[in-house]
């Protein structure tokens, strides 16, 4: 059974901040990647998804990185804000099965 | 823009009742499915549709049940509720009969307890 963890659980970082949180998988047979943003007692919105050929995805201060060999993906997010402390998920498709695997997520808080 | 909608959005339940949780989507999805998120575990697969009266069980079945009678609605049924049904719960879709390659789309969610 696919596994996905996310360190740290926890991350409190002053505005501005440049931080990566990580993302970790156990069976490198992936579809592909999503990174997922959930505000407390909301749903969650999605960021980047990344397909098993692609490397990275970019989208404004966000960039997501994939290394499916070493079952690792990043999410950079450049001159934190503090619109976004959240906590963001990372969740895997892999090729058994119809679902997506999801880590437990990081809780970011951006201090201003 | 509806997407995924979900209702209610609070339910509080006796054990042993039972009741629909509701979900629908207007992007005709072909893919559709429910999760449960409990703390320090991560969201976990419920059931899933990957269209109109197909439907199969995901990692946490036991307890549910749903049906596909149309591509827009996916409801899941809980049959005798317990508390071991507190959580949130979420409905997500997807296009293509699969999220193989395709991104995920989630509800707002419904968050259950059971006492």
């Known amino acids: 059974k696919q596994e996905v963890t996310q360190i740290p659980a926890a991350l409190s970082v002053p505005e501005g901040e440049n931080l990566v949180l990580n993302c970790s998988f156990t069976d490198s047979a992936i579809y592909n990647l999503q990174w997922f943003r959930q505000d407390p007692g909301k749903g969650l919105t999605s960021l980047l998804l990344?397909?098993?050929?692609?490397r990275e995805q970019t989208s404004g201060r966000l960039n997501a990185s994939l290394d499916k060999s070493s079952g690792r993906s990043t999410l950079y997010i450049a001159a934190s804000q503090p619109g976004d402390s959240a906590t963001y998920l990372c969740a895997v498709k892999t090729f058994s099965g119809n679902q997506f695997y999801f880590g437990t997520g990081t809780s970011l808080t951006v201090i201003p | 823009n509806a997407g995924v909608t979900q209702t209610p959005k609070f339910q509080v339940l006796k054990t042993g009742q039972s009741m629909t949780l509701q979900c629908a989507q207007d992007m005709n999805h072909e893919y559709m499915s429910w999760y449960r998120q409990d703390p320090g575990m991560g969201l976990r697969l419920i059931h899933y549709?990957?269209?109109?009266?197909?439907?199969d069980q995901g990692e946490v079945p036991n307890g549910y049940n749903v049906s596909r009678s149309t591509t827009e609605d996916f409801p899941l049924r809980l049959l005798s509720a317990a508390p071991s049904q507190t959580s949130v719960y979420f409905c997500?879709?997807?296009?293509?009969?699969?999220?193989?390659?395709?991104?995920?789309?989630f509800g707002q969610g419904t968050r259950l307890t059971v006492v």
């Open positions: 549709s990957v269209g109109a009266g197909i439907t």
């Open positions: 990344i397909q098993s050929s692609q």
């Open positions: 997500a879709s997807s296009p293509g009969t699969g999220l193989r390659n395709t991104e995920a789309f």
